[in-house]
């Protein structure tokens, strides 16, 4: 058998584990404040700068375009540059086949057209 003096009663078990009280103010207010800006900093240089440093790449890419330009469309058509319009491209797929596709959608370009050289 046990012996009951080893035994401890449910309020001297509950004052020994209690959390002590914090001071006025609570002390940790300014560390989760600290923690989660550390957090908002963390996603913002590893999803959301690389992001619009692509976007801005693209952008530029898209403003260089002329015609003589051989580029891929996002549905993976190859073509070279005929014309080039306000909000589209025209795109010359074949021999006497051209379709007109919108800026958004050229991916990249493989090949610009050369710059005719000064005499």
Do not use: H
């Not at 014309?83 to 074949?94: E, H, M, Q, S, Y």
């Amino acid at each position: 058998m046990m012996k009951m003096s080893s035994m401890m009663s449910a309020p001297e078990f509950l004052a020994q584990t209690a959390a002590p009280a914090a001071g006025p103010g609570g002390g940790a207010g300014w560390q989760i404040l600290v923690f989660y800006a550390l957090i908002a900093g963390g996603f913002y240089f590893l999803f959301i700068a690389p992001q619009r440093k692509k976007q801005k790449a693209l952008e530029k890419m898209l403003s260089e375009l002329k015609s003589g330009d051989e580029v891929i469309t996002t549905g993976g058509i190859f073509g070279v540059i005929a014309n080039v319009k306000d909000d589209r491209f025209v795109v010359r797929i074949a021999d006497n086949t051209k379709i007109e596709v919108g800026k958004g959608f050229i991916q990249s370009v493989t090949k610009k057209q050369d710059a005719p050289e000064k005499k």
